[in-house]
């Protein structure tokens, strides 16, 4: 099984500050690499596929880049409607894999 | 509009048997992959297993080989997820998705099916 290890898992920001989150996998994945959102009491979203393709309707601010094991995931100014769990996940013949998620908080 | 819609919350005993399912409407649902995954409370996202349900080729995450069975009926496109005997630990939101292979994402979830397994 291949592992993803996203970090922080959690952190806080102010309005308008840029976010970073990363995901490592434990071993090469390409770029088969996607970023969901989620809100509470909600399914997850697709946000970012081939770790740096932008979902059809999500807004630019949101961003992904890496290939093979690290990869990055980034608001570039972080909105109240922001607040959320991020997941990493990676795709490898059919097994999935999610990471740990990161709860992004306003300070 | 694709949808996938899923069956009621589910309040349980350990031991009892349970079949949870996710009707898919709005797209050919004999073409794509359908997943479930597990949320439990407070917790992440964690990948149980696939169909195909134009073949029911099924794969499962290692970690819940065994414990539950997927499978579907694709003449009333819906895909199921069953227990054969609940533990308390099974507690949890599932969720099924659809499972794109171009790009290789979850594009569409279901709402989610609150199981509760309790004594």
């Known amino acids: 099984d291949i592992q993803m290890t996203q970090s922080p898992s959690s952190l806080s920001a102010s309005v308008g500050d840029r976010v970073t989150i990363t995901c490592q996998a434990s071993q090469d994945i390409s770029n088969y690499l996607n970023w969901y959102q989620q809100k509470p009491g909600k399914a997850p979203k697709l946000l970012i596929y081939?770790?740096?393709n932008l979902e059809t309707g999500v807004p630019s601010r949101f961003s992904g880049s890496g290939s093979g094991t690290d990869f990055t995931f980034t608001i570039s100014s972080l909105q109240p409607e922001d607040i959320a769990t991020y997941y990493c996940?990676?795709?490898?013949?059919?097994?999935?894999?999610f990471g740990g998620g990161t709860k992004v908080e306003i300070k | 509009e694709v949808q996938l819609v899923q069956s009621g919350a589910e309040v349980k005993k350990p031991g009892e048997s349970l079949k949870i399912s996710c009707k898919g409407s709005g797209y050919s649902f004999t073409s794509y992959w359908i997943g479930w995954v597990r949320q439990m409370p407070g917790k992440g996202l964690e990948w149980m297993g696939i169909i195909y349900p134009g073949d029911s080729d099924t794969r499962y995450s290692p970690s819940f080989q065994g414990q539950v069975t997927i499978s579907a009926d694709k003449s009333i496109s819906t895909a199921y997820l069953q227990w054969s005997s609940l533990k308390a630990s099974d507690t949890a939101m599932y969720y099924c998705?659809?499972?794109?292979?171009?790009?290789?994402?979850?594009?569409?979830w279901g709402q989610g099916t609150l199981v509760t397994v309790s004594s």
């Open positions: 998705a659809r499972l794109q292979v171009v790009p290789a994402a979850i594009d569409y």
């Open positions: 996940q990676q795709y490898d013949n059919l097994a999935l894999t």
């Open positions: 081939d770790a740096s």
